[in-house]
């Protein structure tokens, strides 16, 4: 039975740290609509950098946040009895990094195998959503370019 109360619980928070990412994808890309324009006007390098560390800084929040749901989860089921140890291992768990310093339980092991995985998955879309964010300001600097290019020409 508990194999089975870690699988639900692990579905509930692989689930909720999804929504906590799209919500914040979908935060990027509408803060992207209505202030992104001027990223596609010189001068390029600083503003794509620009953009680019505000976006992955915004995408970390969002990751943070489903740490630490792993944290309090591992908390409430009573695997951590201190929020240090919790968020520690919510971490290193979460990035895949595992250390292996705190492990936990036996009982709870597959919950840790299931924030592993949880974490590879986030990570990976992260990437995709940050290689996508470049190419359309990439896309949207070339236009840029090509209209002064085309402009200056005509002149």
Do not use: C
């Amino acid at each position: 039975m508990l194999i089975l109360k870690q699988l639900m619980l692990g579905g509930l928070l692989i689930s909720a740290t999804i929504i906590v990412q799209a919500l914040f994808f979908g935060g990027a890309i509408a803060l992207l609509n209505r202030f992104g324009a001027p990223l596609a006007e010189p001068p390029f390098i600083r503003k794509t950098t620009v953009g680019l560390i505000a976006a992955v800084l915004w995408i970390m929040i969002g990751h943070s946040i489903g740490a630490w749901l792993w944290a309090a989860t591992f908390m409430l089921v009573g695997a951590f009895h201190s929020l240090e140890p919790a968020l520690y291992f919510s971490l290193v768990t979460f990035t895949t990094l595992g250390y292996g310093d705190i492990t936990l339980s036996p009982e709870w092991r597959l919950l840790a195998a299931l924030s592993a995985a949880n974490g590879l998955l986030l990570f990976g879309l992260s990437t995709a959503f940050l290689v996508e964010f470049l190419a359309r300001v990439g896309k949207a600097q070339e236009v840029a370019r090509n209209q002064d290019e085309h402009s200056s020409s005509q002149k």
